[in-house]
């Protein structure tokens, strides 16, 4: 999963935006982005919390600098541990090239100390787009975490995993509300980008405003699961 045979297979899956979404961690979005310069495809920074309640949530934005600024509160919130490589795996940041840069050594698998509603408005106040990341999965799903959706939770769109199509989702969970369901690979390994996706026809170039106008249904803009 280093960043040109990401882009490569982007680009061969025929995606034209993708989001590079690490766990509690942004550290290696910006060698994604910069390994897709001069190609068609749009790479979103981004970073999949583990919520304080530990469901997950995708943290999407337009620039770098923005998810920097959303790293640096999540910093601020992480348990303060230090990563055991044995046990939980390392931590590596790369270039735009896949080489070796550094490695994390704060603990990024634990929950961040941010509640789910909070992480949520605090995204939205840096432009950026938040949304509950496979509701329906057992692990750090919000359904199956927390049993109910949140009466305070203001989101625009909530994925599903890869297994749940929306209708079934609709079926299960009658409670859902009334917000679009999309669908993305959650690829840990480069033969499960693209596997399944959410299609969203814009009016400009892919963007978090066009990305949240299309999951709004707004002039024309729509989105949905092939």
Not at 115 to 123: K, R, T
């Amino acid at each position: 999963m280093i960043p040109p045979l990401m882009i490569e297979e982007a680009l061969y899956k025929g995606l034209q935006i993708i989001a590079v979404t690490d766990h509690n961690s942004c550290g290696n979005a910006g060698a994604v982005m910069e390994a897709a310069q001069g190609t068609e495809l749009v790479v979103l920074p981004g970073m999949e919390l583990q919520s304080q309640e530990e469901v997950d949530l995708v943290c999407l934005f337009d620039t770098l600098e923005q998810a920097e600024a959303w790293q640096a509160q999540v910093d601020a919130r992480l348990l303060p541990l230090q990563n055991d490589p044995e046990r939980f795996g390392p931590q590596y940041l790369v270039d735009a090239t896949g080489k070796l840069v550094a490695e994390e050594t704060n603990f990024l698998q634990g929950a961040a100390q941010i509640p789910l509603a909070e992480a949520v408005a605090s995204v939205h106040t840096l432009g950026g787009l938040a949304i509950p990341a496979h509701i329906d999965r057992p692990s750090k799903g919000l359904l199956r975490t927390l049993g109910l959706w949140p009466s305070n939770l203001q989101v625009e769109a909530a994925e599903l995993s890869p297994n749940m199509r929306p209708s079934q989702a609709r079926q299960r969970y009658p409670f859902l509300p009334d917000i679009p369901l999309i669908t993305a690979s959650d690829a840990h390994w480069l033969d499960a980008i693209g596997q399944v996706m959410t299609v969203f026809v814009l009016k400009g170039p892919p963007c978090i405003a066009e990305l949240r106008a299309a999951l709004r249904g707004e002039e024309g803009r729509r989105m949905f699961v092939p």
